[in-house]
């Protein structure tokens, strides 16, 4: 049963970066595409981020493009997501993901707050 646990978060001012990890246990990783998502209050979770399991394909919600970078490392078992130049409306609470054929796994999520 894999587990995921993120870290990473906190309070930054606009314009500050951060970055999320995501640790992963009871599996190997590289078997499963990962992703980042994350909730705001009153709204949706929605999509910040994927990969593959080699990296090879990587997207990116229009809203982050170029501020955000997901990474991963399948000998450390871990997943990043480096956040540039962060803006208030990217304050929610962040949650990995990895899912492989018909089986999805979360984390417990981690806040992130911009604001000055």
């Known amino acids: 049963q894999l587990q995921l646990v993120e870290s990473g978060g906190g309070l930054v001012q606009p314009g500050g970066s951060l970055r999320l990890s995501c640790a992963a246990s009871g599996s190997s990783l590289d078997r499963y595409a990962v992703a980042w998502f994350r909730q705001a209050p009153g709204k949706e979770r929605e999509g910040v981020s994927c990969t593959t399991t080699r990296s090879d394909i990587t997207n990116y919600a229009d809203s982050v493009k170029g501020r955000f970078t997901i990474s991963r490392d399948n000998a450390k078992n871990m997943v990043y997501l480096q956040m540039n130049s962060l803006k208030p409306e990217d304050s929610a609470v962040y949650y990995c993901?990895?899912?492989?054929?018909?089986?999805?796994?979360w984390g417990q999520g981690t806040q992130v707050t911009v604001s000055s």
């Open positions: 993901y990895a899912g492989i054929t018909s089986r999805d796994y």
